[in-house]
Nanobody
Framework: QVQLVESGGGLVRPGGSLRLSCAASGRIFSINAMRWHRQAPGKERELVASITSSGSINYADSVKGRFTISRDNAKNTMYLQMNSLKPEDTAVYYC?????????WGQGTQVTVSS
């Protein structure tokens, strides 16, 4: 079993920044990719950013140029640096780890962007 613990969410004003972390532990053998998803109230969960084991990175168009995904392989930890936050970034952010045998999800961390 894999445990994913997100942290770093909170309330921030428009234009502000937050840094999310996702620490993975447990049955981690071969990570294919780590991803951040988010789900806003009344909306479907969407992929925000992903990073593969080879370092390939992708972002949703809505966050390009503002969010940066990174990963510390030694610590099995993934980060999401979020800058220039907008009210529409308000959502629960989920960490997702993909291995050859399956996918695991964290419990989520709330990000609220409001003045």
């Amino acid at each position: 079993q894999v445990q994913l613990v997100e942290s770093g969410g909170g309330l921030v004003r428009p234009g502000g920044s937050l840094r999310l972390s996702c620490a993975a532990s447990g049955r981690i053998f071969s990570i294919n990719a780590m991803r951040w998803h988010r789900q806003a109230p009344g909306k479907e969960r969407e992929l925000v950013a992903s990073i593969t084991s080879s370092g390939s990175i992708n972002y949703a168009d809505s966050v390009k140029g503002r969010f940066t995904i990174s990963r510390d392989n030694a610590k099995n930890t993934m980060y999401l640096q979020m800058n220039s936050l907008k009210p529409e970034d308000t959502a629960v952010y989920y960490c997702n780890l993909v291995q050859s045998y399956g996918s695991s999800w964290g419990q989520g961390t709330q990000v609220t962007v409001s003045s």
